[in-house]
Structure formats: C-alpha cells, structure tokens
C-alpha cells in the first residue's frame, strides 16, 4: 500500500479513511492515456512503413545481424573456430560429430595449393549401375586433362546405398548425410517435397564448407567435365556460377543463375550469403534453392556485404539450354533443361560418344572434323 500522501500535484486527489482512492478529476489521467497510445501508435507504424519499403521483412534478416560489413573481407584462415556457427554447436552434440567428420572428409579431399575441393551429390535412385553418375565419372576420365581432378571429388552420399556405391569407386571421397526423418533413396523429382528437402539440405552442407574454410567448385553430376575449369575462373572472385543463358556480361544480374556449377571462395561475404540464401526457404516456401537465389542476388543486402556475382560464359560452360558449341574450347556440359532421368541418360550417353570421337581425332584434325555436338536430342 502507498503512503497517505497528497498524489499528483494540482489534481485535488486525496486517500480516504481506509485507504482507498476517490479521484475528483479524471481528464488529467484520461489526457495522459491519450497522449501515449497516439505515440505508441506511431511507432508501429513507422517501424511497419519502414519494413513495407524494406526489400525483405525484418524475420528474413534475423541471422544476419552477425556481419561487420565490408571490412571483413579477409579469407577464412582455415580455424573451424573463426566463425559463430561452429562456435553455437555444443560440445559432443550430433551436429558437432558431423562437423568433424566433414573435416576430416575435406581435409583428405582438398587440394595441396589452396584448400580447394570438388563437391557433388547421390542419392540410391542415380548410383544405379549405367546410371548418370558413372558417365559423370566417366566424363573426368576422359577428358583433357580432368582424371586428376578425380583426387578431390568430395560425394555427399544421401542415403547407404548412394554412400556404398561411392565407396565402390577409387579415389573418391564418401560422405554419408543424415537428414533425420527423411528418406532420400527414391528418385527426387523435380520440385517434390523431397527434392525440395535435399536442396535445401545441399545449400546448408555447403555453408559449413564455407565456415570450415574451404573454397568449394560444386557441380552437379549431370554435369560432365572435359577440360580443368580453374583455368578459367577468376582469382580474386567471390562466387562464380553457371548459367541457362549468358548476356554476354559476367557481371549482369539480369542473369538466370544455374546453381549446377558453382565456384565458391571462403570468406565473411560468401559465409553470409549462404545464411541469407538457407534462410530463403522459409520466406520463398515451396521454392527450391535456384529459384530463390535468383530472387535475392540483386537485394540490397548482397550489394551491402560486398559480394560479387559473376556468371560463367556458356562458350565455356555450355549446357542443353545453350550448348559450348566449339569443342575446341568446352570445359562442361550440363544436362540443362531436361527432365526425368531416362531423358538425361539418352543425351547424356551421346554427348560422352561426341567427345570420345573428338578425341579420337589428330589434334591438327579435330578443327575441321568435329567441332559441335549432336545433342541436345530428346533433351529440351
């Protein structure tokens, strides 16, 4: 109980016998009240004008408070520990185990010069016998140059039979992903639940890649690789990537990204991007990870973090869409714009049987021999 005291200057309000209070004068109260709900009100509705203007509602920036804008810009040194999402895992936690493995899966993997790797993924569905994954294989076995790249190849292996086929083939690197409650063995068809799930799953092992401190080329397996593609990217980048169509620009983002072929380098900027894009799901939901970048590439929080998109040339990095049509100068081919895995196989078959030819060929001859390809055929 307060003190028997004169409340509130000026207002004639007294405490009678027994304690209570008999006010005589509402309008100062009523006046107050009235004055902090119109404040009170204002502050919503800026703040809500504010996000309306906002390229994204404040709950899709909620991970990205972390970045201390450009100036760090230096590359990860290699110390798992240098970033926050290691340093959240608690000791011992299910999550802490994977992160080890994967290191360790990494290390064995990576490249002597700059802790590069390769990186792909299988489930049961395309590690059947003759299946687009052998002739993935096949492609760096007999391209120019390519069968030491091999040595590098890291395989996300969704499911036991994808991670013991892996196992079956020399030199590669096998990593079993969990992804509790769900079943990845079946083939994931373009846009279901479960090819959404693996997706998104896809884009979250490749940020904890970024944050252990590798720089990763990520390439889908019905890509197939002739020539070695470091040649081409650029030193100093960021993020390089695939495309259906290229504008004759690396830099425009006018560009439809493809995320089958994707060079990325470590950093704080290439880190925050992949938060940004993983935490896409939920905003864009039913949307799978190509979509979804292709919708923040231009937002203004990449151009804030500093990060730079470049796009890969199709003269180069060709595709069904947009085939590299001189072989004298192709590096990969994707089965781009083609659907169902009976359809990729047939294509894919002849386009392995173009370039063996090519191969085949003296070097003085194959200018003026065979210098495109026959497909795409059934793929379009």
Known sequence: ??????????????????????????????????????????????????????????????????????????????????????????????????????EKTLRRAAMKDNKTVIITNLNAAWSEPNSVFDLFLESFKIGNGTAHLLDHLVVYSFDKTAFERCKMAARLHCYAVTTEGVDFSGEAYFMSEDYLKMTWRKIDLMRTVLELGYDFVYTDADVMWFRDPFKKFYADGDLEMSCDLYKGNYSDLRTTANTGLTYVKSSNRTIELYKFWYNGREYFPGRHDQDVLNMIKSKPFVNRIGLEFRFLDTAHFGGFCEPSNDLDEVITMHANCCFTFQNKMHDLTMLIDDWKRYMALPPSNRNSTTRSWTVPRICH
Do not use: C, W
């Not at 004169?6 to 309008?27: A, C, F, I, N």
């Not at 100062?28 to 906002?54: E, R, W």
């Open 1 to 102: 109980m307060q003190p028997a005291s004169t409340r509130g200057g000026g207002g004639g309000d007294t405490l009678e016998s027994g304690g209570y209070h008999r006010d005589t004068s509402h309008k100062p109260m009523f006046f107050g009240v009235a004055i902090k709900i119109t404040l009170l009100l204002v502050v919503v509705g800026t703040t809500l004008l504010i996000l309306n203007q906002s390229s994204y509602p404040l709950e899709f920036f909620r991970n990205h408070n972390s970045f201390s804008g450009p100036s760090s810009e230096n590359s990860i040194a290699g110390s798992s520990s240098f970033h926050q999402y290691t340093s959240r895992i608690p000791p011992s936690s299910p999550a802490k185990d994977e992160n080890i493995e994967l």
